[in-house]
Nanobody
Framework: QVQLVESGGGLVQAGGSLRLSCAASGRTQSVNTMGWFRQAPGAEREFVAGIGWKTGKTDYADSVKGRFSISRDNAKNTVYLQMNSLEPGDTAVYYC?????????????????WGQGTQVTVSS
């Protein structure tokens, strides 16, 4: 099993920045890809960004490309999501996820482990 704990959410004004962290513990050696997803009220969970744990390859949803940046610190078993130029449309609960898949995948159903989520609210 892998446990994921997110932190760093909060309330920020439009145009501001936040950095989310996701600390992984347990059988982290089985993890090959980490991802960030988000879910707004009444909406489906959507892919935001992903990173290969060993390769460092990244992928982003078009809606956040150029504004968000995903990175990882293998020594700390932690993945980060730096969010800049935040917009009210970014308001959602953000979830960290992990999968044994080697490729950075966008489908939430293919992720094996999930964190509890952290709320991000962007005011206009």
């Amino acid at each position: 099993q892998v446990q994921l704990v997110e932190s760093g959410g909060g309330l920020v004004q439009a145009g501001g920045s936040l950095r989310l962290s996701c600390a992984a513990s347990g059988r982290t050696q089985s993890v090959n890809t980490m991802g960030w997803f988000r879910q707004a009220p009444g909406a489906e969970r959507e892919f935001v960004a992903g990173i290969g744990w060993k390769t460092g390859k990244t992928d982003y949803a078009d809606s956040v490309k150029g504004r968000f940046s995903i990175s990882r610190d293998n020594a700390k078993n932690t993945v980060y999501l730096q969010m800049n130029s935040l917009e009210p449309g970014d308001t959602a609960v953000y979830y960290c996820a992990a999968t044994r898949n080697w490729f950075v995948i966008r489908s939430s159903s293919l992720y094996d482990y999930w964190g509890q989520g952290t709320q991000v609210t962007v005011s206009s």
